[in-house]
């Protein structure tokens, strides 16, 4: 079982439409949570931390489920910018080393 | 934010050469860095931990002799693919832990013919 999983996508909504993506973890000591977005040969860039509480940033809310090991991204009213791959990322409690998710690949049509 | 600066940003070699790739962290000290290696459609895969003034930590099926890391430096950390092969051809990328979190370099899209 791989340690971080994701939906396999690709996701190919129109704009303004709301996606999700689920992401679930394997190891029960993972402490840290994020989302990255990846553009296409560039560099993976952090979009949001992931808390237990839950948060939100703009049209991007992030939930977590520590009992269930899940975690997931809402995108609200998406933008044809919001095309990118997503990674669903975890890191151990006291490792600082990350560990990715394949990714979901997302793209917003006209 | 933090910044960390990443060259080349592509590179093409021969099979059987070596290529070094740099990683600087340029507005803060990195004891640590990461150094990860990404195939086309596939996610960023770690490859090891480079310690400052210490051996690095190789993931399992990394091949230390031919992935050299060397991290002399609190700022500066460097890959080197040995003897490179067309089945090392891949995108490497750098990341170090800041302040606020991990950034990355921008990646180097090495190309062994």
């Known amino acids: 079982r791989k340690e971080v999983e994701q939906d396999p996508g690709p996701f190919n909504v129109p704009e303004g439409a709301t996606v999700a993506f689920n992401c679930t973890y394997s190891n029960s000591a993972s402490q840290s949570f994020f989302w990255y977005r990846q553009d296409c040969r560039k560099e993976p860039k952090l979009l949001m931390s992931v808390y237990s509480s839950g948060n939100e940033d703009g049209r991007f809310t992030a939930q977590l489920n520590r009992a269930s090991q899940y975690i997931s991204l809402l995108i609200r009213d998406s933008k044809l910018s919001d095309s990118a791959t997503y990674l669903c990322?975890?890191?151990?409690?006291?490792?600082?080393?990350?560990?990715f998710g394949q990714g979901t690949r997302l793209t917003i049509n006209p | 934010g933090a910044v960390v600066s990443q060259h080349p940003s592509r590179v093409i070699c021969k099979s059987g050469t070596s290529v070094k790739i740099e990683c600087r962290s340029l507005?803060?000290?990195?004891?640590?860095m990461f150094w990860y290696r990404q195939f086309p459609k596939k996610s960023l895969m770690l490859m090891a931990t480079?310690?400052?003034?210490?051996?690095?930590?190789?993931e399992q099926g990394v091949e230390k002799d031919k992935f050299l890391i060397n991290h002399a430096s609190l700022t500066l950390s460097t890959l080197t693919v040995t003897s490179a092969h067309p089945e090392d051809s891949s995108f490497y990328i750098c990341?170090?832990?800041?302040?606020?979190?991990?950034?990355f370099g921008s990646g180097t899209r090495l190309t062994v013919v």
């Open positions: 990341s170090a832990r800041d302040y606020g979190g991990y950034t």
């Open positions: 507005d803060f000290q990195a004891t640590t």
């Open positions: 480079s310690n400052e003034g210490s051996k690095a930590t190789y």
């Open positions: 990322v975890v890191a151990l409690r006291g490792a600082q080393k990350l560990v």
